[in-house]
T-cell receptor, first 112, second 114 residues
Framework: DAKTTQPPSMDCAEGRAANLPCNHS???????VYWYRQIHSQGPQYIIH???NNETNEMASLIITEDRKSSTLILPHATLRDTAVYYC?????????????FGKGTKLSVKP | NAGVTQTPKFRILKIGQSMTLQCAQD?????MYWYRQDPGMGLKLIYY???????DKGEVPNGYNVSRSTTEDFPLRLELAAPSQTSVYFC?????????????FGQGTRLTVV
């Protein structure tokens, strides 16, 4: 599976957009980009995923570059409850390659 | 629909004791996983299963065993507990491996070995 690189920490002001970058320069053509977050040692929570196109749901938007070597998770109006560790994972379908392998993620601190 | 349920939530073991961490899901998911998370670190995959009767090792399987006799249940067995196994353990399930499916996680079991 491709590896990802994320900044260890970021700050964001409450009400502003949080833009979390992820580098996955060795991603393969059939690997999806997934984002999860973990709030204060709770179980990780799924946020969004994509293959090639940009995606949006009620929680966030995912912007994937045309060459697929990097992506950005956007929380449009961050709140204090969005303070968490955010994990970017690339994931190939099937068998052991379908396993979610977590890195250290980005610790996002939303400040009032 | 309870999702992924882990029991117990907390446990203290003495060195050398054994225990089983329980994990059950009610979503009829084929894939199930066990992770451990040490303080300040990301999750490490211990074992996974792609269906009933099929299990395989992940990144850190030593000191653990699993079984998958039903689709719903995926217990994790610790034999001869060691202080290095002090961690938070998370179970997860997924309809399939990858390919447009999200994983659902339990709330974790916090284990201390003393």
């Amino acid at each position: 599976d491709a590896k990802t690189t994320q900044p260890p920490s970021m700050d964001c002001a409450e009400g502003r957009a949080a833009n979390l970058p992820c580098n996955h320069s060795t991603i393969s053509g059939n690997e999806y980009v997934y984002w999860y977050r973990q709030i204060h040692s709770q179980g990780p929570q799924y946020i969004i995923h994509g293959l090639k196109n940009n995606e949006t749901n009620e929680m966030a938007s995912l912007i994937i570059t045309e060459d697929r070597k990097s992506s950005t998770l956007i929380l449009p109006h961050a709140t204090l409850r969005d303070t968490a560790v955010y994990y970017c994972i690339v994931n190939r379908p099937g068998g052991s390659q379908g396993n979610l392998i977590f890195g250290k993620g980005t610790k996002l601190s939303v400040k009032p | 629909n309870a999702g992924v349920t882990q029991t117990p939530k907390f446990r203290i073991l003495k060195i050398g004791q054994s225990m089983t961490l329980q994990c059950a899901q009610d979503m009829n998911h084929n894939y199930m996983y066990w992770y451990r998370q040490d303080p300040g670190m990301g999750l490490k995959l211990i074992y996974y299963s792609v269906g009933a009767g099929i299990t395989d090792k992940g990144e850190v399987p030593n000191g653990y065993n699993v079984s998958r006799s039903t689709t719903e249940d995926f217990p994790l067995r610790l034999e001869l507990a060691a202080p290095s196994q002090t961690s938070v353990y998370f179970c997860a399930s997924r309809r399939t491996g990858g390919e447009n499916t999200e994983a659902f996680f339990g709330q974790g079991t916090r284990l201390t070995v003393v």
